[in-house]
């Protein structure tokens, strides 16, 4: 027998009311193992707590940006995860509100307030310098400390460095400003120390991360600069390599997070944004992408500890820029290098 047509709209609307209970999120975040290490150990846990729904979108930082200038009036994300420099550029054109105060946050490292009360770090890798430590034994050479050790003639046709258009490369070229008596706003003494000191010892100005792991391997490089889980990465397959923070300290990359500035802003995205800060995801976010906690109270075990930036001492030695002038200067940078460093 047919059920009235009340029976049926009622059922109808209790569908409907049961869809609208469980509140969707969308993260956007990188893809990769990163995408694989959110859906099966962190994501799940949350919409146990909280009954939610997230929705995870993969791309990589650029992508992610791209999206939200594109849905500038109508943003589908609620929450983004991407580089450090990228999440300046999001905070720069209004994309991310200001994150909900929690207790969770008194507890972060000061490194982790990257823009003010628009967003926060989320992890940490180090750029600093890696060497062979087997072949450095068989030379009777003394392991790295200093960027300086860059310029050591020894070294000519050893070093390997990334690019500019790398993070890495970046950060050496930011640092040997420094170094020279320059900065992030005043960068000419650092591709002089580039082109005349830092170059000639270079073999090759390598962004491929295969590639750099290959001329390690077969010899050719013995010293270099990389980020700390890289090398880890490396080391974990068995090759003789260190990490080294070098003495005047190594420059910081980070995973950034911030709420997407919206109409309404869903409480869900506040909690899951703190949620990400708790010692048992930075716990895993350590473990499975050698991401540096950027929660002062994690207590990671010492194999894990071994791979990324940890503690209030490796914390310390860590150095961030200011993104909105490299942002401001990158494609200008980047001819220079192209026509005078890599030349």
Known sequence: MRKPLSFALTAVCIAISGAAAAQDLYLAAYGGSTETLFKEKIIPEFEKQTGARVTYVAGNSTDTLAKLQAERNNPQFDVIIVDDAPMQQAVQFGFCADFQPAPIYDDLYPLARIADTKALALGVIGTGLFYNTE????????????????????????????????????????????????????????????????????????????????????????????????????????????????????????????????????ELSHKFMQYLYTPKVQAILADGQAWGPMNSKVELAPEVAAKVPYGPEQIGKLQSIDNAVVNANRADWTNRWNRTVER
């Not at 003639?153 to 040997?176: A, C, Q, R, S």
């Not at 090759?204 to 889980?229: C, R």
């Not at 390599?241 to 300290?249: A, H, Q």
């Open 135 to 266: 072949y450095f034994a068989k030379k009777n050479w003394p392991a790295p400390t200093s960027w300086e050790d860059l310029t050591d003639e020894k070294y000519k046709d050893k070093l390997v460095i990334p690019p500019i258009t790398n993070g890495y490369g970046l950060h050496t070229l930011i640092k040997f400003a420094e170094l020279r008596g320059g900065s992030v706003n005043d960068i000419e003494p650092g591709f002089k120390a580039m082109i005349d000191e830092v170059g000639p010892n270079v073999l090759a100005w390598e962004p491929s991360p295969g590639k750099m792991t290959e001329l390690f391997q077969n010899g050719d490089g013995v010293i270099g600069v990389w980020g700390s889980g890289r090398v880890q990465a490396l080391k974990d397959t068995g090759f003789p390599v260190e990490f080294v923070y070098p003495k005047e300290g190594a420059l910081a990359l980070f995973t950034a997070v911030c709420t997407v500035q919206k109409a309404e802003i869903k």
